[in-house]
């Protein structure tokens, strides 16, 4: 519960400083949490991982949806 107050609360910080200013030119990406995404659904870490790949790979097309 605490964590997700504090993600909230990051979020409308993030949304502030997008809203306010031009979009950037670029993001990185920290890919974390696969391994554990995997094991909380009792599969193999590598399908974690291939699973993870796969949204990083959908990231653009999302991206292109999302502001055109």
Known sequence: M???GAYKFYE???NA???GGP????IGIIL????RWA???KLLRRAGHAIGADVVENLPRLGAMTWG
Do not use: A, W
């Open 17 to 19: 400083q997008i809203e």
């Open 12 to 14: 409308s910080r993030l």
């Open 39 to 41: 094991q909380n659904r």
């Open 2 to 4: 605490q964590i997700t």
């Open 32 to 35: 974390d949490g696969n391994r």
């Open 23 to 26: 979009i950037p030119g670029h």
